[in-house]
């Protein structure tokens, strides 16, 4: 069924809209969970409640692209449950992404100090918008969706260490670019 679809499913309040969901997008809302959580269990609980808040939100909001609507959704419930089970001293798997990010990103009190968290995704936004569209892709995969250098690597047919090398080198570029702007990671 196409998004289209989908949605005025949910707009009908046709409880077939989870159901269409689930068998188009759920491998990619579990996957998506998974990467960051690094538990089947509850990647599999984080999509489940990705189709719930699906229904809650869908009317009134209409999501202009579906599969980019559900991903933000399950990526923020999972983001939730890592921030759970991290203060329960579960491991997850969102720790490498955020521990590469922690050396050009600042901390939540500095970003407080200098800019509203708005204006940093803006820099941010902007910072990848000026990317070519390939380290740009790179750079999502892997610190927005946690996809793993290896399988980026294969999909783009290069070495691990050679992208891992190409992530450390837009990571610096992203450091440099918001300390440009007057944003520091001082701790």
């Given at each position: 069924m196409l998004d289209e679809g989908i949605i005025e499913l949910y707009f009908a309040r046709d409880e077939r809209a989870i159901e269409e969901t689930r068998t188009k997008y759920g491998v990619f809302c579990e996957t998506l969970a998974l990467r960051l959580l690094g538990v089947r269990e509850d990647a599999e609980e984080c999509a489940s409640d990705t189709y719930l808040a699906a229904w809650?939100?869908?009317?009134?909001?209409?999501?202009?692209?579906?599969?980019?609507?559900?991903?933000?959704?399950?990526?923020?419930?999972?983001?939730?449950?890592?921030?759970?089970?991290?203060a329960s001293k579960r491991y997850s798997g969102i720790e490498q992404q955020l521990e590469e990010l922690a050396d050009c990103l600042p901390s939540a009190d500095s970003v407080e100090l200098e800019m509203e968290r708005r204006e940093l995704a803006e820099l941010?936004?902007?910072?990848l918008d000026g990317l070519p569209k390939r380290d740009r892709d790179i750079f999502i995969r892997r610190y927005w969706y946690c996809e793993s250098v290896e399988a980026i690597a294969k999909s783009e047919l290069v070495r691990p260490n050679t992208l891992a090398q190409r992530l450390r080198r837009m990571r610096a570029?992203?450091?440099?670019?918001?300390?440009?702007?007057?944003?520091?990671?001082?701790k």
């Open positions: 809650d939100r869908i009317p009134p909001e209409r999501p202009g692209v579906l599969r980019a609507f559900l991903g933000r959704i399950t990526r923020n419930l999972a983001v939730s449950r890592f921030r759970r089970n991290r941010i936004s902007r910072w570029a992203l450091r440099t670019e918001l300390e440009k702007e007057g944003v520091t990671n001082e």
